[in-house]
């Protein structure tokens, strides 16, 4: 708990005046959009208490706080995992703070793999709902002021939002799969065998975040907007080894339709 009050503390030292309408989360290989933000201001993660450096190629370490499409937004740049040895506490800390500074609107994004076998990756697929395989809950332990015991996950990525990020991707011609994302602890890739059993449970992607934010956001009354970037074929459907160069790689190629995508969306949100 005292790392959830000392990391706000710092922030909101940090932001001063500023105060953010949206968050967004930036996952592997999908950090140049931080690049993007006007009047950026940043902050190290080393600077604010109960922020671990992440380790994993791909991710940056700091927020970055500033004017998107004209509107004041917070971008994460770079994530923590369970997979790293975090605690669920540790990797929701953020959407803590975040819901904590009055932001009601969060955005996140990853890379996943295609479980789908129609995909041709990279492309970018709308979060529909999740299926939540971590076997970890951030909200377990007793109840911290402001969350709700037990929250209603029968929409967790807003309808609303998800109509709004369609409408976007027409007007832009941005070709916008949606689907059912698949957590999974990781951090090593999934056999054919969970691939084909993930494809029996009505995953259309698979991943190793953002499951564990959602969870949080809706605890806390967030509205919630998930979009995996699928970079590769899952196991027993791509024809080659996985790799996360190619994961990184793939982020890359379709990091301007992302960029584009959650412009339009923060343009029109407000």
Do not use: C
Request: aromatic residues 4%; charged residues 20%; without cysteine.
């Amino acid at each position: 708990m005292n790392q959830h009050r000392d990391a706000l503390a710092r922030i909101r030292q940090w932001l001063g005046d500023i105060q953010p309408e949206a968050a967004i989360v930036l996952g592997s290989g999908l950090g140049g959009l931080a690049a993007t933000v006007e009047q950026p201001q940043r902050i190290g993660y080393a600077d604010i208490p109960g922020f671990p450096i992440p380790k994993v190629a791909g991710h940056g370490g700091d927020l970055v706080a500033g004017q998107l499409e004209g509107h004041p937004v917070l971008l994460q740049s770079g994530r923590f995992h369970l997979y790293e040895g975090h605690p669920p506490d540790t990797v929701a800390l953020p959407v803590r703070v975040f819901a904590e500074l009055g932001i009601r609107n969060l955005v996140l994004t990853n890379a996943a793999g295609g479980v789908r076998p129609g995909f041709r990756p990279p492309a970018l697929m709308l979060i529909a709902d999740h299926i939540n395989l971590m076997w970890r809950n951030p909200i377990t332990g007793p109840v911290i002021e402001g969350e709700t015991r037990f929250p209603d996950m029968s929409e967790p990525y807003d309808r609303g939002l998800r109509e709004l990020a369609r409408e976007v991707a027409l007007g832009e011609s941005l070709l916008l799969e949606e689907g059912v994302y698949a957590a999974l602890l990781g951090p090593s890739y999934e056999t054919p065998a969970e691939i084909r059993m993930l494809q029996r449970l009505g995953a259309d992607a698979v991943g190793m975040s953002t499951v564990p934010e959602v969870i949080v956001a809706r605890a806390r009354g967030m509205r919630v907007l998930g979009v995996s970037t699928i970079t590769n074929l899952a196991a027993g459907i791509s024809p080659t080894a996985l790799s996360h160069e190619e994961v990184l790689a793939a982020g890359r190629q379709v990091a301007r339709d992302l960029e584009r995508l959650v412009r339009g969306i923060v343009r029109r949100l407000y």
